[in-house]
């Protein structure tokens, strides 16, 4: 979890890689539900709509059993409190924390994502991270600082926490913090 742009998505693909787990991408699943991009239904129903719909897939993607899974959830899925309980409770989170300017720097040219559709992108930036930081970090079992490392650094760091709070059994310590292997 983490701010627009955080990198979750990119990140989330490469960790599941790594631990030979099934990824998804709460918006996306929420895009195949409303037959739209989330931009457009935001324009047409509000965000307290869309943020109703990302609640009920957040508590159905979060209760399936079965093979591991690597869920990245949208920005803002811990404003709800039912979110951030389903979250904490049911799997183990992990914060990509990045500054607002970091996000900027990555985000600036973005025309996809509907809250930072704004005449100042950074001052809008700074307001999420206000607001989420605190939540994100309650919610957060393990934080990772993004800054500039790449995603196989990310993914190494990520993996090295969960190796240290014993939740990568079947790994031994070489192979949870071993590089990728080439595709």
């Not at 206000?130 to 993996?159: C, F, K, W």
């Amino acid at each position: 979890m983490g701010l627009p742009g955080g990198g979750k998505s990119t990140v989330g693909r490469q960790l599941a890689r790594r631990l030979g787990a099934r990824f998804l991408d709460a918006d996306i699943v929420l895009e195949e539900r409303i037959g739209m991009p989330i931009r457009a239904y935001f324009e047409q129903h509000g965000e307290a709509a869309f943020r109703d719909l990302e609640e009920q897939v957040i508590d159905e993607l979060t209760r399936e059993g079965g093979a591991p899974l690597v869920l990245a959830t949208g920005g803002g899925s811990v404003l709800r409190p039912a979110n951030r309980a389903c979250l904490h409770e049911r799997t183990t989170v992990i914060y990509l924390r990045s500054t607002p300017e970091e996000l900027y720097r990555r985000l600036r040219h973005d025309t996809q994502r509907p809250l930072l559709q704004v005449a100042d992108p950074l001052a809008k930036l700074r307001e999420l991270y206000d607001q989420r930081h605190p939540l994100y970090d309650e919610v957060a079992h393990h934080r990772v600082d993004t800054g500039r490392p790449s995603v196989s650094t990310l993914v190494n760091m990520i993996m090295m926490q969960m190796d240290m709070a014993g939740l990568l059994p079947a790994l031994g310590h070489d192979a949870a913090v071993s590089p990728d292997p080439a595709p």
